[in-house]
T-cell receptor, first 114, second 110 residues
Framework: SAVISQKPSRDICQRGTSLTIQCQVD?????MFWYRQQPGQSLTLIAT?????????ESGFVIDKFPISRPNLTFSTLTVSNMSPEDSSIYLC???????????FGPGTRLTVL | GNSVTQMEGPVTLSEEAFLTINCTYT??????LFWYVQYPGEGLQLLLK?????DKGSNKGFEATYRKETTSFHLEKGSVQVSDSAVYFC?????????FGTGTSLTVIP
C-alpha cells in the first residue's frame, strides 16, 4: 500500500487567485493522478501527472487552468488558477501500485472559492 | 467500453439492518473490482477488492463477490452501524485504467 499526504487539507480562497496543492507519497510510484470531486458528485479525473514531462489532461481540463508539476516519483503539485466559485471542490491525489491494479487516495483538499 | 453503474442513493437504514448496494460493470476484458468508502470530510479508502471471477472480497463486515455471469459486484453487510455512514464507490480497473461509479450515500440512524 501507499501512504499519501496532501497539503493544505482545506482552504478558502478569493475569486481570481490561485492555489497550489501538494501531494507527497511515502514510496516511489509511477502512476499519479489528480481528481476533482464536486459537492455530492463522483470523481472526475483531471490529469495524469507524469514524472519529468508534461501532464496528460482529460477532456475538459487544460494546462493553463490546472498546471501540474511532477519533479520526482514521490511528489506532485496541482495548481488551480484564476479560481471561480465553480472550482469549489475536493481535489484528490491518487497513486497506483506497481502492478497497476490498485489505486490509493490521499485525504483530499477541500477548496471553497468565494 | 468500460464503465461502472451503481445503485443511486441516498440510502437510509436503521442500525443493525441488512445492507445491499448494487454495482454492475461493463468491461472489455477481465477487470479487478473494488469498493471504496469515503467518510464525511475524508478522502477515499479502499474497502475491499476482488481480482477474478468468484473471488469474494471482505473487510469490516462488508462483503462483495465478483460475479462474471451477471457482471456484478454488489456490496453487502449483515448488520450496519452508525459508523458505516459514508459514501460508497464501486470501481473497476483494467489495463491500468480506473473507472468509478457515481457513489451511493448511506446514512445509518440509531
Amino acid at each position: 500500500s501507499a501512504v499519501i499526504s496532501q497539503k493544505p487539507s482545506r482552504d478558502i480562497c478569493q475569486r481570481g487567485t490561485s492555489l497550489t496543492i501538494q501531494c507527497q507519497v511515502d514510496s516511489q510510484v509511477t502512476m499519479m493522478f489528480w481528481y476533482r470531486q464536486q459537492p455530492g458528485q463522483s470523481l472526475t479525473l483531471i490529469a495524469t501527472a507524469n514524472q519529468g514531462s508534461e501532464a496528460t489532461y482529460e477532456s475538459g481540463f487544460v494546462i493553463d487552468k490546472f498546471p501540474i508539476s511532477r519533479p520526482n516519483l514521490t511528489f506532485s503539485t496541482l495548481t488551480v488558477s484564476n479560481m471561480s466559485p465553480e472550482d469549489s471542490s475536493i481535489y484528490l491525489c491518487s497513486v497506483v501500485d506497481r502492478a497497476g491494479n490498485e489505486q490509493f487516495f490521499g485525504p483530499g483538499t477541500r477548496l471553497t472559492v468565494l | 467500453g468500460n464503465s461502472v453503474t451503481q445503485m443511486e442513493g441516498p440510502v437510509t437504514l436503521s442500525e443493525e439492518a441488512f445492507l445491499t448496494i448494487n454495482c454492475t460493470y461493463t468491461a472489455t476484458g477481465y477487470p479487478s473490482l473494488f469498493w471504496y468508502v469515503q467518510y464525511p470530510g475524508e478522502g477515499l479508502q479502499l474497502l475491499l477488492k476482488a481480482t477474478k471471477a468468484d473471488d469474494k472480497g471482505s473487510n469490516k463486515g462488508f462483503e462483495a463477490t465478483y460475479r462474471k455471469e451477471t457482471t456484478s459486484f454488489h456490496l453487502e453487510k449483515g448488520s450496519v452501524q452508525v459508523s458505516d455512514s459514508a459514501v460508497y464507490f464501486c470501481a473497476l480497473s483494467w489495463n491500468r485504467q480506473f473507472y468509478f461509479g457515481t457513489g451511493t450515500s448511506l446514512t445509518v440512524i440509531p
